[in-house]
């Protein structure tokens, strides 16, 4: 019988709410489309969406399952700027929240079984109606036996 492990976005949530207390909110995929719908409440925010899940073939053929999985996730995070049209201290925050988002997560295990994670892409989103939002990706891997 196989033993099928898949990521849990809820395990990254819980640790940026732990982790990052410079973050006002965090969610997840809901809460991302509400907040981009109906706007963003608090911030600085996070947001944990689940990206890609990408198996590799299967290792043993016919006598059983051996996949490597890779799992990438985004964190979305999103800033307000009042400060100034320019954006340059959203700037400056940006760096600051995004050290310490990758502080919390890279090297990290998120489950048993997985490795730790690792820095992926990184992109701007947005920066409109005074907010700044951006996407840092994250890669981790586990075995689907």
């Given at each position: 019988?196989?033993?099928?492990?898949?990521?849990?976005?809820?395990?990254?949530?819980?640790?940026?709410?732990?982790?990052?207390?410079?973050?006002?909110?965090?969610?997840?995929?809901?809460?991302?489309?509400?907040?981009?719908?109906?706007?963003?409440?608090?911030?600085?925010?996070?947001?944990?969406?689940?990206?890609?899940?990408?198996?590799?073939?299967?290792?043993?053929?016919?006598?059983?399952?051996?996949?490597?999985?890779?799992?990438?996730?985004?964190?979305?995070?999103?800033?307000?700027?009042?400060?100034?049209?320019?954006?340059?201290?959203?700037?400056?925050?940006?760096?600051?929240?995004?050290?310490?988002?990758?502080?919390?997560?890279?090297?990290?295990?998120?489950?048993?079984?997985?490795?730790?994670?690792e820095a992926g892409p990184g992109r701007l989103l947005q920066f409109a109606d005074l907010l700044l939002w951006w996407q840092d990706?994250?890669?981790?891997?586990?075995?689907?036996?």
């Amino acid at each position: 019988m196989a033993s099928i492990e898949l990521f849990d976005s809820q395990l990254v949530i819980a640790r940026l709410k732990d982790q990052v207390s410079a973050l006002k909110a965090v969610g997840g995929a809901a809460d991302f489309a509400a907040a981009s719908q109906q706007g963003v409440k608090q911030t600085p925010a996070a947001f944990v969406i689940d990206l890609a899940n990408r198996p590799l073939p299967n290792s043993l053929a016919t006598t059983g399952l051996s996949q490597e999985n890779t799992t990438t996730f985004g964190v979305i995070l999103v800033l307000q700027n009042v400060r100034d049209v320019r954006g340059e201290q959203a700037g400056i925050a940006l760096r600051e929240l995004r050290i310490s988002v990758m502080g919390a997560l890279l090297d990290w295990v998120p489950a048993e079984g997985f490795d730790p994670c690792e820095a992926g892409p990184g992109r701007l989103l947005q920066f409109a109606d005074l907010l700044l939002w951006w996407q840092d990706d994250y890669i981790t891997r586990n075995l689907l036996r």
